[in-house]
Every structure is written in structure tokens, then in C-alpha cells.
């Protein structure tokens, strides 16, 4: 089996498990423009043509004024179009100056300010425009190193769950590539040629984030089934789905 054919089967797999989408469905796609939010636009979009169940999707590309994190916006509007899906393109910025590097004061770190602000344009064109569900470009890399990132900084067993329905809004959040290795992204997204962003966010080494993804390689070393192992305790405590 190709490395399409393996990620397309996980993704597939990941839609049934978790049962994410349902007929009728309207989802609007977080898109960065980095490969995860790319791969997850494509599947969803190559899989809607298929018409079981039926649904559609659009996109959303959150520019900040206050951050250098940047893409090329007619690529993404290029990329779009060649899949038939529509792109929202909303710029906004955050209050630099309630921002620290430090947890333990009080300020909120830039990328929870900046990641805050994301998810309210989100939020907000989703129910604009009638949506049921957001799509967001986690992998199960990013979903492991957030349960450690949180058992380790903040002293509980949790993480994003695949699939969460919202209780203030009629919106549920999905995370389509939950399933997925990080590795086979990339190597997916340099064989289909995604183009990458323009600048870095200079904010994205100085996370905790960062920290927990170290940590996860090293737990690799040391075994590698620690995947498995630390994904099947995150599915028995019942942490990867929440109503």
C-alpha cells in the first residue's frame, strides 16, 4: 500500500470510528496553510465527492496584523479552487501586550492569545454561514503531545478530543486526521508538492509545546509502541470524544 493509500484509508477510518460526519453537514476547514490544514482540506474535499453521506466544505484563512505568520493567499485561493471549496479569508490581530513567555504569570502565552483569536473568527463565520462542524488540522502527534503537554504542565490526563460538541453554539469541532502520524503528512505533503508558508511564527520554540513533542521522541526511544500505548489509555479513559 502507497503512502496515499495508507493515509486515505486512516483518514476514511478515523470518519467511521468516530462517526464525525453525518448527512447534510456544512464544514468549515480551519486552513493555515501549513501541510496538516492542507491535507485535512483535500481529504475532506476528495471525500464529499463521493456523496456518502452527503456534505460540503469551505475554508477559513485567519490572518494576524501582529504576527509573521504568513502564507501566500492565492495559492491557498488556487488550492481551493482546484477542489471546489470556498475560501474566507478574515484578518484580525490580538493585544500583544497581555502576552508572557512564563506559565506561571498571570499573562496568557502569544500562541493562547494568538491560537484564541483564531478560533473566534472560526466560531463566528461558522454559524455566519450555517456550518455544523469546524475541521481543524490535528494529527495524532499534536493529540499525544497535547495529553502529555497538559499531564506534565498542568497535572491532568486530557487532551483535544477527535470529536467535541459545543454546549454555547450548535457547532460541533472534528479532528478528521486524529489517526494520522505527523511523518506521513509530511512525506505526503512533499509528494503532492504543498507549498509552504512564507515566515515562521516567532513564537513557535518558546511553547511548552515544543517541550512535549521532545519528550514524546524520547518515549519512542525508549519504546516503540509508546504510541499505542499512551493512544489506547486516552480511548479507555474516554478522553478522545466528548458530548
Request: net charge neutral.
Amino acid at each position: 500500500m502507497n503512502l496515499d493509500e495508507r493515509l486515505w484509508k486512516t483518514f476514511n477510518k478515523a470518519l467511521g470510528q468516530f462517526q464525525l460526519i453525518d448527512d447534510d453537514d456544512k464544514i468549515l476547514v480551519g486552513l493555515s496553510g501549513g501541510k496538516d490544514s492542507l491535507c485535512l482540506l483535500e481529504f475532506l474535499a476528495r471525500r464529499s465527492k463521493i456523496h456518502v453521506p452527503h456534505f460540503t466544505v469551505e475554508a477559513l484563512h485567519v490572518r494576524m496584523d501582529n504576527i509573521h505568520y504568513e502564507t501566500d493567499t492565492s495559492y491557498l485561493q488556487s488550492f481551493c479552487d482546484n477542489l471546489d471549496a470556498p475560501l474566507h479569508i478574515v484578518t484580525t490581530s490580538f493585544d500583544s501586550s497581555l502576552f508572557t513567555f512564563h506559565y506561571s504569570l498571570k499573562s496568557k502565552p502569544a500562541c493562547f492569545l494568538c491560537s484564541w483569536q483564531r478560533r473566534k473568527q472560526l466560531f463566528n463565520l461558522a454559524q455566519e454561514i450555517g456550518c455544523t462542524k469546524i475541521a481543524l488540522g490535528h494529527h495524532q502527534d499534536d493529540i499525544i503531545h497535547t495529553a502529555l503537554m497538559n499531564l506534565t504542565f498542568q497535572g491532568h490526563f486530557s487532551t483535544m478530543p477527535v470529536k467535541l460538541r459545543m454546549r454555547k453554539m450548535p457547532l460541533t469541532i472534528i479532528r478528521p486526521l486524529c489517526l494520522c502520524k505527523e511523518a506521513d503528512i509530511q512525506a505526503y505533503a512533499e509528494l503532492q508538492g504543498y507549498e509552504k508558508q512564507l515566515k515562521q511564527c516567532p513564537y513557535e520554540h518558546d511553547t511548552n509545546r515544543t517541550t512535549a513533542a521532545e519528550l514524546f521522541s524520547r518515549m519512542q526511544q525508549l519504546n516503540p509502541e509508546a504510541r499505542y500505548c499512551i493512544w489506547r489509555a486516552l480511548e479507555a479513559d474516554k478522553k478522545l470524544v466528548e458530548s
